[in-house]
C-alpha cells in the first residue's frame, strides 16, 4: 500500500483497458482533499465514466492504487453513492422505497428508534429535492426530472463516504438543470461528502466543482487539476454575472484547446 498521501480521495496510477488491450485509463494519478466538490469535465473516450465506474468498485479489473484516507477505497468503512446516467431506480418500488433499500442495505439497523429515523431521513432528503409528493409513486410515472431528483436523493440518503455522479443532469432542459444544481449544492452543504461530478458542460463545472479535473483527449498526458474556490464561494445565483466565472471560463476553454 502506498503512504503517499493519508488525506482524502488519492488515485495512483489508475489504468483500465478493454479486453483487448486498449487503454481507456493510462495511469492517471489525481489527489483530491476530502470533502470537496471535482467536477470533471473531457472529451469523448477520455474515461469520464470509467473513472466512476473505478472507484465505485464497478470494474474490479483495474490497475493502479485507489485510496481513501490511507485505506483501500473499496473498503468496507468507505460508503460510496454512486448516481448513473440511468438513474438506477427500482421500476417496480415506490419513490419512498428506492431510498428505504438502498439505506437499509448501506446502513442496516433493527429495532423501532432505527425505522423512526430512517423514515425521517427519507421525508427529509425527498423534500430537499422538492419530490416529497412523490413518495408513494414508481419510477416509470416520474419524468426524467423527477428519476434525477430520486436518485440524487438516494446517494444523500445513504451518508456515503464518496460521492459519485455521472453526468446526472445532462437530458434537462435549462431551467430545470439550474435548479437541481442549485439543490445539489445545499445538499453537500449540509452533507460534506467528497464528490466527483462529471459533466459535458464547462459552465456546470464552473458552477458546481471546487476544483475542476480536465482530462486529456490521450491516455499519456495526465489531467489538471484546476482551483475554483472563487467562484464557488460565491451565491450561486450571482456566479454566471462575476468577472471571476468570465475569467475562470476563459481559462478552462484555454486547457481544453491545449488537452483536447
Given amino acids: 500500500m502506498s503512504s503517499l498521501k493519508t488525506s482524502g480521495l488519492h488515485i495512483h496510477n489508475l489504468q483500465v483497458a478493454y479486453q483487448n488491450g486498449q487503454l481507456v485509463l493510462g495511469g492517471m494519478n489525481l489527489d483530491l482533499p476530502e470533502h470537496g466538490i471535482y467536477t470533471v469535465i473531457g472529451p469523448s473516450g477520455s474515461g469520464k465514466s470509467t473513472l466512476l465506474r473505478a472507484i465505485a468498485g464497478l470494474l474490479p479489473g483495474y490497475g493502479g492504487e485507489l485510496l481513501f484516507n ?13 448516481v448513473p446516467q440511468n438513474y438506477g431506480l427500482l421500476p417496480w418500488k415506490t419513490v419512498r422505497d ?19 429515523e430512517q ?18 409513486r414508481y419510477p416509470l410515472s416520474l419524468s426524467g ?4 431528483r430520486v436518485a440524487i436523493a438516494r446517494a444523500f440518503a445513504i451518508r456515503p463516504t464518496i460521492l459519485l455522479l455521472d453526468e446526472p443532469f445532462s437530458a434537462l432542459d435549462a431551467m430545470t438543470r439550474e435548479g437541481l444544481q442549485q439543490m445539489f449544492i445545499r445538499s453537500w452543504q449540509e452533507h460534506p461528502v467528497t464528490a466527483l461530478f462529471v459533466t459535458h458542460d464547462v459552465e456546470e463545472a464552473i458552477l458546481l466543482g471546487q ?5 486529456a483527449a490521450g491516455q499519456q498526458e495526465p489531467p489538471e487539476l484546476v482551483d475554483n474556490a472563487d467562484v464557488f464561494a460565491m451565491k450561486h445565483e450571482d456566479k454566471r454575472e462575476s468577472q471571476e466565472y468570465f475569467e ?6 484555454k486547457v481544453m484547446m491545449e488537452k483536447w
Avoid at 104 to 115: Q, S
Fill in 70 to 82: 490511507g485505506r483501500p477505497v473499496h473498503d468496507k468503512d468507505t460508503l460510496i453513492g454512486l
Fill in 98 to 116: 428506492n431510498l428505504r433499500i438502498a439505506m437499509n442495505i448501506a446502513r442496516p439497523g433493527k429495532g423501532g428508534k432505527h425505522k423512526l
Fill in 119 to 136: 423514515e425521517r431521513q427519507i421525508t427529509r432528503w425527498l423534500a430537499s429535492m422538492g419530490i416529497a409528493e412523490l413518495a408513494g
Fill in 145 to 148: 426530472g423527477q428519476q434525477q
Fill in 211 to 215: 476544483k475542476i479535473i480536465v482530462l
Fill in 248 to 253: 475562470q471560463s476563459k481559462h478552462i476553454r
